[in-house]
């Protein structure tokens, strides 16, 4: 029983670290895609790693999905970024619209409540249409954060609100307050790329 006991910390112990590390390189990411810095992609990438694993210990199933989608689109944002700059400029701010994300916003709905219908019935999901939900929007979302898409910030404002509650009461509570950190952020983030959008219309 002893033995056992003290398996049970180490493993413990091993998922508070894997957490904290994932939230620092989370943390960094935000801060260097407000400053459209190409080296948020790289934290991205060890933060998603880090969250394939953690997710699905805590039976959030499409939360492990969305983070190994999370991992290819660092790479595809390096991608885009690193080529959509010249020697001088950044690749721009651009903002898309209300048509299409009015139809994405539908799209999205719809293959969540069959996605979350699926994950209730035949899984052992915690907070499926939620789970669901939150990962096809995010999916959308950071396509958006890759071309540079403005109203990202917006989309990020309902995921991550909605996220603080499901890592909570799955007892992420790190990864909890790293997303309350999120939404406190967002407005830096909004503001930086409406300033840097507006420079470049100028």
């Known amino acids: 029983m002893a033995a056992l006991l003290h398996s049970l910390a180490d493993q413990a112990r091993d998922f508070s670290a894997l957490e904290i590390v994932a939230v620092v390189t989370a ?103 939620i789970d669901a939900l939150t990962t096809w929007a995010a999916i959308w979302t950071t396509f958006l954060v890759a071309r540079k898409v403005l109203e990202n910030w917006w989309y990020w404002l309902v995921i991550d609100v909605a996220s603080v509650f499901i890592y909570w009461l799955r007892d992420l509570q790190l990864t909890a307050l790293l997303f309350v950190i999120y939404v406190m952020m967002i407005p830096f983030g909004l503001i930086s790329w409406t300033r840097s959008r507006r420079e470049a219309l100028a």
């Open 27 to 129: 943390v960094l990411y935000l801060l260097l895609a407000i400053r459209q810095n190409i080296w948020c992609w790289l934290c991205a990438a060890i933060s998603t790693a880090i969250y394939v694993y953690l997710f699905i210990v805590a039976k959030l199933y499409m939360q492990s999905v969305l983070n190994v989608f999370y991992f290819g689109m660092a790479a595809y944002g390096w991608h885009v970024w690193y080529h959509g700059r010249d020697a001088t400029h950044e690749l721009p701010v651009t903002s898309w619209a209300p048509s299409v994300h009015g139809q994405a916003i539908v799209v999205i709905v719809t293959v969540s409540l069959i996605n979350g219908y699926v994950l209730d019935n035949w899984t052992n999901a915690e907070f499926p249409y």
